[in-house]
Every structure is written in C-alpha cells, then in structure tokens.
C-alpha cells in the first residue's frame, strides 16, 4: 500500500469518536504534496476525487437533538468521506479533493447541487482548482451521485472525456466507457430511482392516513399544545383563546402581544411572540379542531372539513371570524405579510384623533390675477411637542397652517362619543342579519364538491377537472372570506351602546378599539383654524360630520 496513500485516506481514530472537525469535508485534504511534486513522487498512483451526499441532515435542523447527540450536524458527509479514504486506501489511490453536498436532496427537481456542478466542470477541465490531474471519482455508493437520468448522463459523459479514467465504489472501479458497465449502472440508476419514489410514496400514504384519521402533524410542538400534540397547555391555550375574542373585537396586534410578555409566554421554540407569528397561532385551523395540509382544509368526501382528535382552543366560528380581521395574505392558510389589517378600518397608529381630523384652514391661491380661497380638507396627524401643558398636537402635514391641543381634541372627541353612545341606547334594538349570499355559496361549495367526485371516480378528466375546480374554489373561498367579515360586523354593530361605553371608560378597549368605534361614529371632525397668538384650547374649534 502507498504511504501517502494510507496517511492521507486513514483516520486513526475510531469511526463513531470522531467528528466533522476531524477532516475537512471540502477541498484538498490537509498535508498534500503540492501537484508536481506529488507526480513525482507516484507516478503510477490514481488521483481521485471524492464525491459526498447527504439528503435530510436532521442535526442542522433540530438543535435540541443535536445537543444531546454525540453526533453534530455534518457526520454524516464525513462519514461517508471517510469511507471513501479507505476505500482509495485500498486501491492504492490518493484522494486529492472533496466535494460535499449536505443537507440536498437528489430526488428533487429543483435543489441545486453546488458541488455535483463542481465536480462535473473540474472533470470536463481535467483537473482540480489546485492543479491535481483527475484520473477518477469515488463515493461510497451511485445512488451519491445519481439525481435524475439526466445527472446521471451529465456524470457519465464528463468523467469519460478522458477514457482511462474510473468510477470507484466499495464494489470496485468500473470502466464507464464499457458496454456492459454502462447497462449495469443504466439499471442500478432505475432501481435507485423506483426505490426513492417508493420511498417518497410511504411517507405520503404515512401523511395522507395521519390527516385521514385526525391525527395531529408530526414536527415542533404547536403553540398551546403539549409534547402529544393532543393535550392543551393551560396556560398557553387560555392566551390563544383571549387572544382570538379580543383580535375579533378589534384590539391591535401588538396590544395582544404585549400582553403576552406580560404573561411571561413565549413561543413554542422559546422565541418572543411577535405580531406575524401570533397572526399565524390564532388563524391555524388547528384552533378549531380542522385539519390543514400544505396550505389547504382537508375535507371529507362530503366537503366538510375534517375535524382532528386533539383538544380545541376556539369555536370554528370564532376561528373564521379572526380569520376576517386579517389581510388576505397574513393568516395561515395565505402566509405573508402578517400585517394586521381589519378590513376598512384605517390603520391604527399614536394618537386617537389622527387621519380623522380635517384641517380647515382657508388658503389663497391666485389664478391669471384672480385671488381665489379653498379649504384645504387635508387629514391631519399627531406629532409630539415640548409642552407640558400639551405633549402632543394635531397638525397639517399639507398647509403646516392649522395644528391643535390633542389632548384637549381627545377629551372633546371622547365626550362627543360618549352622548351619541347614551342618546343612541334610549332607541337601541338589536337585529339579527342573515348574510345575503349564503345560498350562492352553498350552491358553489356543492358544486365544487360533486366536480371533485367525478374526478375521483374518473368521471371527468384531469385536465378538465383543473380547468375547472381552480376558479370556483378561488370563489367559494372568497365567499367564505365575505360571509366572516359580515358576521364580524354584524357581532361588533349588535353591541348596546351602553356596553360599548362601558367598555370605553373601563380602559378595556385598546387605541385600535377606540379608533374602530370613532370612525363608525364620525365621518369626520373638522378643526376650525385658531387665533394667531391665543394659546387657551377652544373645543368650539372642532365640527363633527356625523354618520
């Protein structure tokens, strides 16, 4: 056996002691003689280069595991590199580079190999970006190197553009030039392949039974839920659940998120609870008792949605309802932003008053010589100031001709509230409002239901299916989205205005709860321009346009 060889194909320690560190799992190993040098020394020893790929390193994605494992995040690549030392060791042949793709699958169509494509350009060139000659690729098996038929094909053609070359594997060195290797590798890439999508159809079949009984999904511990994934965690759940009735009453994201910092809660892998992050806890179907797979309800063969073996948070109802107070690209089954937005509701921002007062200030404008006046209408906002007497006021962003105490406007637009809230009890009758669409969308639902049927029982062709399922499902959840937000307007319109100021002068309702029952009161208030010099607040400045 050659020395160099065995010094730089062997560990000496044993295979389950050592880790990553101990050899490196890309590029020239550590020791190597330069090229020429190396050349000189062992004319006739093969130079290869070695090949390592791993499909799920579960270690890089699971700390918890990793911390209590002898083994880390990248073993099982340097195991596999490791290997193939001996291997060369065996055959007499030095390793003079490492190629390493972890943590990649190569089943999928579109993950990227970065250092397969390396590999294939240094065989096409004929030699390493040290400079080493290429006279052959090993790895611990072909299923390492084979993705598709096509990488397969890609790895044959540039490894024999130089016919001496050889493909090593603990079988052996084979000649991919020869007939009979050729049909012999053709038919180890078709097992392999019919193995993977054997495998990939278990863990789907594993899946699909999983949501078929009810079962809860597999992964990190939900929110709410303990270890079984069944089981509520008191403490959690009973956030969750105030969290969903007080988001569907209107109060803002970050008033329930500083609530659970003052409940000292934080998020299922230990991570403060942010607005986006609680915006996905409280509209997972999971709340309610359904059961989501990849972005999708799914339903039973009658198309009601089916209902997993776990404890409930919330009603459906309510998880609907709280789903209505979000953007269409916010909730779980619609990831994105997580920008809490109630639909037609300005955004809650400082200050009480703000984009609800209109600045009346007169300005002059002159036109060919004509002096003319206008109003200037623009919605004026809160900005902090110096006094103490007023910390903040509203002003004109437009004109900066017209600002007001905003303490004294907050005062004033509360006591405006509260006398339309006492004079509009004395005439209050509640009204129970069907939402008018619901046989539209029952029919749609119906309709999408029996589409899907004929589909399953090969009554109607894939293609026509698609054509046609896509848009009306795209309706039917529109509808749905629709017939939450009615109910939500029509729970917060039925409240007696006594318990809506009750809830006012309590301090229960946050900012955002407040500007909701401002702008369901006013249209506007128009703020009067003051006196130049007069720093008294004079309320007789503000006009309110009444709904």
Excluded at 61 to 78: L, R
Excluded at 132 to 159: K, L, M, N, S
Excluded at 301 to 308: H, K, L, N, S, T
């Amino acid at each position: 056996m050659s020395t160099i060889s065995h010094q730089h194909a062997m560990s000496s320690a044993p295979l389950d002691e050592t880790g990553p560190d101990d050899l490196e799992l890309r590029g020239r190993p550590a020791g190597l003689a330069p090229p020429e040098e190396l050349a000189r020394l062992h004319p006739d020893t093969p130079f290869l280069i070695a090949y390592s790929r791993i499909s799920d390193d579960w270690r890089k994605h699971n700390k918890k595991k990793a911390a209590t494992s002898a083994w880390s995040a990248g073993k099982g690549v340097a195991n596999q590199h490791r290997r193939n030392d001996r291997n060369a060791a065996r055959h007499n042949a030095v390793i003079v580079h490492r190629y390493t793709d972890n943590d990649l699958s190569a089943s999928k169509r579109d993950v990227v190999r970065p250092d397969f494509q390396s590999m294939l350009r240094d065989l096409r060139r004929g030699h390493t970006p040290e400079g080493y000659p290429v006279h052959g690729v090993i790895c611990v098996d072909q299923d390492r190197v084979q993705r598709t038929d096509r990488d397969w094909e890609d790895f044959v053609e540039a490894i024999t553009l130089d016919p001496s070359r050889r493909f090593y594997t603990p079988s052996g060195p084979m000649d991919l030039t020869e007939e009979s290797e050729i049909i012999k590798t053709g038919i180890m890439a078709v097992v392999n392949k019919a193995e993977s999508m054997k495998k990939k159809r278990r863990i789907r079949d594993w899946h699909q039974d999983r949501i078929l009984d009810g079962l809860p999904h597999s992964g990190p511990r939900p929110f709410g839920w303990e270890e079984d994934r069944k089981t509520l965690r008191r403490v959690e759940s009973d956030f969750l659940a105030w969290a969903i009735d007080e988001r569907i009453k209107g109060k803002a994201m970050s008033t329930l998120c500083d609530e659970s910092r003052r409940r000292g809660l934080k998020g299922s892998r230990g991570g403060d609870i942010v607005p986006q992050t609680l915006t996905q806890m409280m509209t997972a179907p999971r709340v309610c008792g359904y059961r989501a797979n990849r972005g999708e309800l799914v339903l039973d063969d009658d198309g009601a949605p089916i209902v997993g073996v776990w404890e409930t948070v919330t009603t459906p109802e309510k998880w609907r309802a709280v789903c209505a107070t979000f953007g269409p690209g916010s909730t779980y089954l619609a990831r994105g932003s997580g920008t809490p937005k109630i639909t037609g509701i300005p955004k809650t921002i400082k200050y009480l008053g703000s984009t609800l007062l209109r600045c009346q200030y007169r300005i002059e404008e002159e036109l060919n010589g004509v002096v003319t006046t206008r109003i200037c209408n623009e919605a004026m906002g809160g900005s902090k100031t110096a006094s103490k007497r007023s910390p903040y006021v509203y002003t004109c962003a437009r004109c900066s001709r017209n600002s007001i105490s905003g303490p004294m406007v907050d005062k004033q637009l509360q006591r405006l509230v509260l006398a339309k809230l006492k004079k509009a009890q004395a005439t209050f009758i509640p009204v129970k409002v069907a939402w008018p669409h619901e046989q539209k969308l029952q029919k749609k639902a119906d309709k999408l239901a029996d589409l899907e049927k004929k589909w399953q029982d090969d009554e109607v062709p894939a293609d026509m299916f698609y054509r046609l399922a896509i848009p009306l499902e795209k309706e039917v959840k529109k509808l749905r989205r629709e017939r939450a937000r009615f109910e939500l307007a029509a729970e917060v319109q039925n409240q007696a205005p006594d318990d809506v100021a009750k809830k006012w002068l309590s301090g229960e309702y946050d900012l955002s709860q407040k500007r909701h029952v401002l702008f369901e009161i006013f249209t506007a208030v128009q703020v009067l321009p003051g006196q130049k010099g007069n720093k008294t607040p004079n309320p007789k400045r503000l006009i309110p346009v009444w709904k």
